[in-house]
């Protein structure tokens, strides 16, 4: 049928498998890989932006979901293949985040048969200088890539099913995404260059401008040869420098002095590179790394800031999470004979949770709110509190109602027949919680209860 055949195309610049989206052709495949790896790898101000975002993102807890609930055998499959990893959780995230600073990042899945389930064995990397080109299908789907890594150099091809991609953005369904440094490019190559420029500035100022007057009678032929006077003059001047060998032989009769650079300057260099320096990091709502540094900046100022990076870095876990949920655990469940729908891999807050405004939070809505083990589980990763399972939360729920004389704790309600009992206990740990509260704000201002 017509109606399900498609007509138009994306409008994806490629040729022969390369992308060519970016108008810049040194931003292009594996050139660009070049330039985004200096940035990261020379600039401390890249490299103090990207450690920022894999501390915070690393640093929040992930959870399989079921919408079956957490009986769901699927659940037990899917942790069981993680647990068979040869590498740690944190590991593939560490790596799968070099999608920032180059757009995408890009593994193969590898399988392995465990006790008749086929579980994953590892992710593993393939690095964004490797790919050769991209496949594509007759629509523009992406149907794979070719690979071409070191130490070989053996083209490889490895067909979309094995591969699991994190992206930046899609954008005209582009493989490689945009890089979060793509805009801030310019003010790198202009900060990079200007830096250099007073380096050599400072060196000259502190030898000074070497000057060689010849004698009358010397070749002052225009030539670079040292068969001339002028040319081995020039050399002489390109080369002094005032290390631990310093030093000059002049033939008779030549003179050397040493200019100084007078006055000041018309430009505030360090000014300008700081503006550089700042908007890299504007580009990517991180600015705030940069406050105080200045002598200026407030703690409101301080705290907005800081609330605009924590809403990209929990975009980015959102990234990980959603092309995960999207192709690794379906394919596991199809592989083992099951349903590939309604697992999700689910993330903790990033950032510093604001425990004050959570407790006023709570105080205004949480008696609208039905508590049961699973926001309890919610609760306690929020305020990074021992981790308990839900199945741990309902078996100590279960006995509190079958043992009166049971210590009493955090209520939790386990049914829906329970629900009126739920003001009471809400009241109950929100005093719990505002006593604990202050107790901890006391021990800050050095007083004791």
Same mark, same amino acid.
């Given at each position: 049928m017509a109606i399900l055949e498609e007509i138009g195309a994306t409008g994806l610049s490629s040729f022969s498998g390369q992308i060519q989206a970016d108008f810049l052709k040194e931003l292009r495949g594996r050139e660009a890989y070049k330039r985004y790896n200096e940035m990261r790898l020379n600039s401390p101000v890249v490299g103090a932006l990207l450690l920022a975002i894999e501390q915070s993102v690393r640093a929040v807890s992930w959870q399989y979901t079921s919408e079956l609930g957490p009986d769901d055998p699927r659940l037990e499959l899917v942790a069981a293949a993680e647990a068979n990893l040869r590498h740690s959780w944190n590991d593939h995230v560490s790596e799968a985040l070099t999608f920032?600073?180059?757009? /995408?990042?890009? /593994?193969?899945?590898?399988?392995?048969n465990v006790s008749g389930d086929l579980l994953w064995r590892k992710f593993a990397a393939r690095g964004q200088d490797t790919v050769l080109r991209w496949l594509f299908d007759d629509t523009g789907g992406l149907s794979g890539f070719v690979q071409q890594a070191a130490p070989v150099y053996k083209t490889v091809e490895i067909p979309i099913e094995r591969l699991l991609i994190y992206r930046t953005r899609v954008e005209r369904n582009n493989p490689e995404g945009r890089s979060i440094l793509r805009t801030a490019w310019i003010s790198y190559y202009f900060q990079k260059h200007i830096a250099q420029i007073e380096a050599i500035g400072i060196e000259r100022d502190l030898t000074g401008l070497p000057v060689i007057i010849m004698p009358e009678g010397a070749d002052t032929t225009e030539s670079t040869s040292d068969t001339t006077d002028y040319g081995r003059a020039i050399k002489i001047v390109r080369n002094l420098r005032n290390d631990e060998q310093a030093g000059v032989v002049l033939p008779h009769g030549w003179e050397l002095k040493l200019l100084s650079t007078g006055g000041s300057r018309q430009f505030d260099?360090?000014?300008?590179?700081?503006?550089?320096e700042s908007r890299i990091l504007m580009s990517a709502l991180a600015q705030f790394l940069l406050l105080g540094q200045?002598?200026? %900046?407030?703690?409101?100022?301080?705290?907005?800031?800081?609330d605009f990076f924590t809403m990209s870095v929990n975009t980015v876990a959102d990234v990980i999470g959603a092309a995960f949920t999207k192709f690794a655990i379906p394919r596991l469940l199809r592989l083992n004979g099951y349903d590939p729908d309604g697992i999700v891999l689910e993330h903790s807050p990033a950032g510093d949770v604001d425990?004050? %405004?959570?407790?006023?939070?709570?105080?205004?809505?949480?008696? /609208?709110?039905?508590?049961?083990?699973?926001?309890?589980?919610?609760?306690? +990763?929020v305020l990074r509190l021992p981790e308990k399972t839900v199945e741990e939360l309902q078996d100590a729920a279960d006995e509190k109602q079958a043992n009166p004389i049971a210590p009493q704790g955090?209520?939790?309600?386990?049914?829906?027949?329970? %629900?009126? +009992?739920?003001?009471?206990?809400?009241e109950k740990m929100r005093a719990q919680f505002t006593a604990a509260l202050a107790k901890f704000e006391s021990a800050l201002s050095g007083k004791h209860l």
């Open positions: 920032l600073p180059f757009g /995408f990042s890009v /593994f193969e899945i590898v399988y392995e260099i360090d000014k300008t590179l700081t503006r550089y200045q002598n200026v %900046g407030s703690l409101a100022l301080s705290r907005d800031q800081t425990v004050k %405004g959570l407790a006023e939070l709570l105080g205004k809505v949480g008696g /609208f709110i039905t508590w049961g083990p699973a926001e309890e589980v919610w609760l306690r +990763q955090v209520s939790v309600v386990s049914s829906p027949e329970a %629900g009126t +009992q739920t003001a009471p206990m809400l």
